[in-house]
Every structure is written in structure tokens, then in C-alpha cells.
Antibody
Framework: QVLLQESGPGLLRPSQTLSLTCTVS??????????WSWVRQHPGKGPEWIGY???????YYNPSLRSRASLSMDTSRKQFSLNLNSVTAADTAVYYC????????????????????WGPGTLVIVSS | ESVLTQSPATLSLSPGERATLSCRAS??????LAWYQQKPGQAPRLLIY???TRATGIPARFSGTGSGTDFTLTISSLEPEDFAVYYC??????????FGGGTKVEIK
């Protein structure tokens, strides 16, 4: 059973940098076919994918957040992290870390990722 | 960018009834789709992946179908614990991933 746990500040001022860390337990962070993801959810809305990172360090981002988001990984600590700079009130949301599975490909030859394990989520509020 | 539209926004049903949830993609980037269930204060839980494969531990009353731009999640007979919000998710133009806006299944 893979467990994920988010940690980081719950309150930020506008223009600050959001920094969250996810700690993985119960499984390997270096497992092939698994990427490590950040997803956020604004109140009453559907989830929004932020990005994912592989244990090799390769990272992919939502185009709408690419200019402000940065993912990193510390395999020795079994942790991966999200930095989101220049936050505004629009970044207020519940932030989840999750494991995404990239084992299947469709007819286009690209993976068809889905999220099988999630952390409980952490609420981040941006307010002056 | 692919947009996933879920309908209806709310489905009011009684326990034992059949629930049919729809997810439509604005563009066909993939023939594969995933479904999640979310209860208040909890993270989403994976139900279905690769359009029709149930995740580990998911009861057989949950089933997924579809291809192209139209996908469906069916709950054959609603149990009390099935009343929740359901989201679909798909890969868009690689590497982007997109979620739908959700369908709330509520007790009638």
C-alpha cells in the first residue's frame, strides 16, 4: 500500500512562493512506469493537474502553470516537491500529491496516465 | 487544449437505481479515460482506468464504456456509499492531463 503525505505552509501572502513536499511511503519512488504528480482543486471545482515528475528528474507541466511551477525530487528521502511562484488569490486551493501510472499507451503511442494513489490533500490559502 | 464536459451536473436517484454518467471530450486525443469518486473532505479515489478496467477493490457494479469523444460510467445499482461526486480524466495533447467538472450523484 503506497501512502503519500503533503506538507507545507497553509497560508501565503500574494507574490510569495508556494512550496509543498510530498513524502512517499510503502513503495518505491523509483518504480518504472510511475510518475509523481501534483493536482490542485479549487473549492467546488474539478481537479486541475499541475505537473508530474519521474524519478530520473524529467518533469512535465500543465501549460497554464508552466511559467510559475517547478517540480523536484529527492529519491533518497522518498520525497518530491512543488514550487509555485508569484501566487495570487487564484492559487487558493486544496493541493494533492498523487502517483500517476504511465504503463498503458493508446493508438497514438502516447501513455494514458491515471492517478492510483493520492495524499489526503492540504489546503493552501493565499491572502493578504 | 482538450476540455472534458460531464453531464448531468447533478443526478438525483434513490438507492438501488441505475446511474448513468456522461463525459464528453472536445477533441479526441485518446481512446482511454479514467473515472474517480470523491466524497467531501477526501481525495479522489480511482474507480476505472483505460476506459473500462476497474481499479483494485472496486465493486463490479461500477462499469465504464466509450471511445472517441464519448464515455460513460454506469453504476448498476446504487448503494448508500455511492452518493458522491464523480470526475472523469483523460490525457490531452501530451503531456497534458485534464479533468472534467464533475457529476454529483445525490440521494433523491
Amino acid at each position: 500500500q503506497v501512502l503519500l503525505q503533503e506538507s507545507g505552509p497553509g497560508l501565503l501572502r500574494p507574490s510569495q512562493t508556494l512550496s509543498l513536499t510530498c513524502t512517499v511511503s510503502g513503495g518505491s519512488i523509483r518504480s518504472p512506469g510511475h510518475y509523481w504528480s501534483w493536482v490542485r482543486q479549487h473549492p467546488g471545482k474539478g481537479p486541475e493537474w499541475i505537473g508530474y515528475i519521474y524519478y530520473s528528474g524529467s518533469a512535465y507541466y500543465n501549460p497554464s502553470l508552466r511559467s510559475r511551477a517547478s517540480l523536484s525530487m529527492d529519491t533518497s528521502r522518498k520525497q518530491f516537491s512543488l514550487n509555485l511562484n508569484s501566487v495570487t488569490a487564484a492559487d487558493t486551493a486544496v493541493y494533492y500529491c498523487a502517483r500517476s501510472v504511465h504503463e498503458s499507451v493508446d493508438s497514438t503511442g502516447y501513455p494514458t496516465p491515471y492517478f492510483d494513489y493520492w495524499g489526503p490533500g492540504t489546503l493552501v490559502i493565499v491572502s493578504s | 487544449e482538450s476540455v472534458l464536459t460531464q453531464s448531468p451536473a447533478t443526478l438525483s436517484l434513490s438507492p438501488g437505481e441505475r446511474a448513468t454518467l456522461s463525459c464528453r471530450a472536445s477533441q479526441s486525443f485518446s481512446n482511454s479515460l479514467a473515472w474517480y469518486q470523491q466524497k467531501p473532505g477526501q481525495a479522489p479515489r480511482l474507480l476505472i482506468y483505460d476506459t473500462s478496467t476497474r481499479a483494485t477493490g472496486i465493486p463490479a457494479r461500477f462499469s465504464g464504456t466509450g471511445s472517441g469523444t464519448d464515455f460513460t460510467l454506469t453504476i448498476s445499482s446504487l448503494e448508500p456509499e455511492d452518493f458522491a461526486v464523480y470526475y472523469c480524466q483523460q490525457r490531452g495533447n501530451w503531456p497534458a492531463l485534464t479533468f472534467g467538472g464533475g457529476t454529483k450523484v445525490e440521494i433523491k
